[in-house]
């Protein structure tokens, strides 16, 4: 079964940090594009941060840049979202996503969706 796996969400208070990791399982994230997206209560989802199957192109969401950073570690079979100087407005649930053969950002077309975990930033 393929799937993709969130992790590393929970209660923080504004101004800390949290890694989220994204692991895959059934396939090998190599030639995978990976996406990180966000939706919170009453919002539509937004686009958090893409890296390209190489690892050599990135992207950031505006409201995130310079405080978020996505990294692969393609031997672990995971992509990180390192999360720092979160503020409230960051509280949503985090998905990631997999695109077949993208090697640059941004991706338009996902094909596997994990089911999300919860950050809340709340003091």
């Known amino acids: 079964q393929l799937k993709l796996v969130e992790s590393g969400g929970g209660l923080v208070q504004p101004g800390g940090s949290l890694r989220l990791s994204c692991a895959a399982s059934?396939?090998?994230?190599?030639?995978?594009?990976i996406g990180w997206f966000r939706q919170a209560p009453g919002k539509e989802r937004e686009g958090v941060s893409c890296?390209?199957?190489?690892?050599?192109?990135?992207n950031y969401a505006d409201s995130v840049k310079g405080r978020f950073t996505i990294s692969r570690d393609n031997a672990k079979n995971t992509v990180y979202l390192q999360m720092n100087s979160l503020k409230p407005d960051d509280t949503a649930v985090y998905y990631c996503?997999?695109?077949?053969?993208?090697?640059?950002?941004?991706?338009?077309?996902?094909?596997?969706w994990g089911q999300g975990t919860q950050v809340t930033v709340s003091s």
């Open positions: 890296i390209s199957s190489s690892g050599g192109s990135t």
């Open positions: 996503a997999a695109a077949r053969f993208s090697d640059r950002c941004p991706i338009f077309l996902y094909h596997y």
């Open positions: 059934g396939f090998t994230l190599d030639y995978y594009g």
